[in-house]
């Protein structure tokens, strides 16, 4: 099945910045405007690949380097993931914590750049990026633990085939607390509301936006990219959780997939819409609060 | 069933943590008073169908005190004791968190070693009861107010009621009123003591009566 898993990722390459798109539109709708296309980060994809990129003379060649590497590690990432219902590109026994672990490394290099600049913004900004990843990556830790100890697998592909056959139902609060505890971390590491506001223009709250202030050109449109595949690939994390706890018919799936990946774009553009950000010192708090409930979905597992 | 079971006792468990980690004294009453319906629901539900007057009497009850009686007395108390609306707390909220978790931990690990002589219909009773106690024991010694001490003990006394409701069939009901009682009697005094407190000290800061002198 090596073939399907390779149509996969590449139509998830194409795709990933519709999702973005998507969220962008129900943003526009919920405040009553017609809103951008949903096509329209490819448009500033295009347009930012065609120019040339600026260099600060301060700036040494690892701020060149970061937004390939940030790209790359987000790309590699995606091949761990599997398509619903066929294993995955590359799948071995303890991807998981690899999967973790390269978004760890692009955030890694996304912070070294920003940091790099010398800038008081970029490394403030630099400073609350690791502050909240820091709460962020156990959440998702505590996640795959629990999906881990559901399923006695290792590997990212396995544990997605092999859910659907020994979910009970008693167990689904469980879910409920892991897909909650799941979607908070997803919205902080996408730096999406109420963690950051990536349409926010303020250099003193922008968080994610403000550490990539000085690229421009291809390293822009790369780290964009990044970012919608990134998001791409947490909603997708998600999406697998939930249908593969349900018993449906393996060629469904993708289809499926699709209309819950479209669900979540929705719920993550509903909860845009509707929350505001908040305050700096109280994201920690919220991300801890969903730290506990994916805890106690790991204990009542019992 | 059992799902419903699973979910009601798993709401109360997120209720105690939510109550840890809040910071405004209205939303914690209101919390309560949810908390309160949530454990009038369980003797219902838990009867599995055959409804024993013992069950109704007890839920009846329960809804009338835990989820009425006891936060009404609390809202009138903190207007007439005219405190502050902030939760003033002696750790900051991360650690209560982090505490609250562990004492969760404890309490599902010691649930295994509780040797119960009848069978419980879910495996979620005995740690969410203990669990329970445990986060009211915490909220009592972290908490430095009287009326926010008050909602601690609450906390705690849910717990009881959980593990008894576990046991229903066995325990005369006359203890579980007599619990009942107890509950509201105390915070009844707890209530009085708070209006003395605020007279002396014009604060519900109970760190004042270490320097009580004569």
Redesign the interface.
Known sequence: MRFSALIFFLLSLLAAPLLTGWIVRVKALFAGRRGAPVTQLYRDLFRLLRKGAVYSRSTSPLFWLAPMITLAATVAALALLPLPGYAALIAFPGDLILFAYLFALGRFFTILAALDTASAFEGMGASREAWYAIFAELILFLGLATLVRFTNSLSLSQIFESRAVTIE??D??ALA?LLVSLFVAMLAENSRIPVDDPATHLELTMIHEVMVLDHSGPDFAFILYGAALKLWIWAMFLTLVIISSFPSPNSLRPLIAAGVLFIIATAIGIVESVMARLRLERV??ML??AG??G??SY??L? | MQTVIDIILLLVLLSDLYLLSLTRLGAAIRVMAFQGVLLALLPFISAGGILSLHGVIIGFSSLAIKAILIPRFLSHAAREVRTGLEIDSYIPYGAALVAGMGVVLVSFWVARKFALPVTVSSRLWIPVSLAAVMIGLLMLIIRKKAITQVIGYLVLENGIYILGLSLAAQMPFLVELGVLLDVFAGVFIMGITMNHIKNYFDDLDVDNLTILKD
């Open positions: 139902y008693a689904s609060p607390l920690p708090q801890m609060g506990a409930l805890l106690l204990i009542i019992g």
